[in-house]
Nanobody, 121 residues
Framework: QVRLVESGGGLVQPGGSLRLSCAAS????????MGWYRQAPGKQRELVAV???????NFADSVKGRFTISKDNAKNTVYLQMNSLKPEDTAVYYC???????????????WGQGTQVTVSS
């Protein structure tokens, strides 16, 4: 199985910054992609950003130019740097890892427990 440990959420004023981290551990054979999703109250979970093993990156239109995503392959860790935060960025942010796990090496999605990000003055 895969264990995902998230950190970095919290309360920040509009215009501020936060950095989220997600470290994956367990019987990982290979990671296909790592990313972040978010879910605001009363809304569906949505993609924020994803980075593939090959380094291809995709962002939600609403965060382009403000958020960056990066990864440390040696640590199986993905980061989300969030700048110029807005109240509408308030949500629970979930880490997602698409990986092959031993012994069957089937490709599957794994989710973190979520971390709250609140943007408010």
């Amino acid at each position: 199985q895969v264990r995902l440990v998230e950190s970095g959420g919290g309360l920040v004023q509009p215009g501020g910054s936060l950095r989220l981290s997600c470290a994956a551990s367990g019987s990982i054979f290979s990671i296909n992609a790592m990313g972040w999703y978010r879910q605001a109250p009363g809304k569906q979970r949505e993609l924020v950003a994803v980075i593939t093993a090959g380094g291809r990156i995709n962002f939600a239109d609403s965060v382009k130019g403000r958020f960056t995503i990066s990864k440390d392959n040696a640590k199986n860790t993905v980061y989300l740097q969030m700048n110029s935060l807005k109240p509408e960025d308030t949500a629970v942010y979930y880490c997602n890892v698409n990986a092959r796990v031993r012994p069957l090496n089937n490709l599957a999605d794994y989710w973190g427990q979520g971390t709250q990000v609140t943007v408010s003055s």
